[in-house]
């Protein structure tokens, strides 16, 4: 990395009280509880209550992390929220928890790379910090998945959770911080993985929501294929650029989206399951608020100690992925 060192001050999440559990999934659709932790690893997910939208969830993990950070609202420079499921079209959720949170001095954005989208909100911000730009910038994954599912497809509905991750990035100390960054995307994958109703392309009407495009569509086998190939090749790729090597690595922080996954992962970073951290079968698939909760629950179960090497690396519809390593 180039410039000032930069790294987490702070680290917050919040997932909604309502647990939605295997058991209830087969009331609602053709699954049992045995086919749904035998292919993906997930017990139950969050749900999100009808009056909450996603900056309700974002607001919490930002209140936690900021605390944790030990620095207030009206410390931040920017925010950034990596969201598929924002508030409304506009204003950005980012805009609508700046207000929320009074941080009044901070520009705000919203950034759009599905579960892939916290590791690139965190190449956004570290860069803002390195050059000297902002000093405290506030990153965000939030989603609320359940409110773009379809809980009549089997092949979605058993995956997905809400809830939301956040950090406060700043400057640290030399020989901490973020090393690199391993960003990439293939928009020719785009069609696996997607929402494609409400839009510009299929502005909202009687026909589309026939046709159920307003909620997630997914080519199951397609993007286990691609995330599996993706997450090891990424994370190599991110210690190559660190200068660091697998047997570096203190704690891998991976997108929750499949057990089947994340052991794919550790097989090809020659790692064992205790240098991951897991919590899938708690919370399901919460696209770009993943990472950031299974990160921030790391931290609160004092799995990350000063001077530990993490990597963090995600993939997700696009199709997108993210790589980084940081020294805690
Ligand atoms: N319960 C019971 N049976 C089911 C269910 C279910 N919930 N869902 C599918 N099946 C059936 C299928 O219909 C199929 O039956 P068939 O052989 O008669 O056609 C059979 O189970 C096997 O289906 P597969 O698709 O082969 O199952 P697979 O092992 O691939 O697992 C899964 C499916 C879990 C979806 C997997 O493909 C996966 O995890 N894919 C990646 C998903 C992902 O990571 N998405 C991340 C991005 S999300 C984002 O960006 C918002």
Redesign the pocket.
Known sequence: MIGKPVGIWGTGMYVPERVLSNAE?EKM????DE??VT??GIKERRIASAEQASSDLAYHASVEALANAGITAEDLDLIIVAT?TPDMAFPSTSCILQDKLGAKKAAAFDLSA???GFIYGLANAANFIATGIYKHVLVVGT?C?SKITDYTD???????GDGAGAVVLGEVEEGRGFRSFELGADGSGGPL?T?AGGGSRNPISQEVLESKKQF?Y?A?????K??VKIMGSAGEEALRKAGLDKTDIDLLVP?Q??F??IQSSLERLSLPEDKCMINLNKYG?M?AASIPVALAEANKEGRIKPGDTLLLVG????L?WGATVLVW
């Open positions: 999934l659709v053709d699954t049992n086919w749904i292919r993906t598929i599905a579960c892939s989603e998945l089997r092949n979605t509905c058993i995956l997905f993985l929402a997630i997914m199951g086998k397609e993007v286990f691609f995330a997108h989206a499949n089947r996954i698939n696209s993939f997700g519809g696009g997108t």
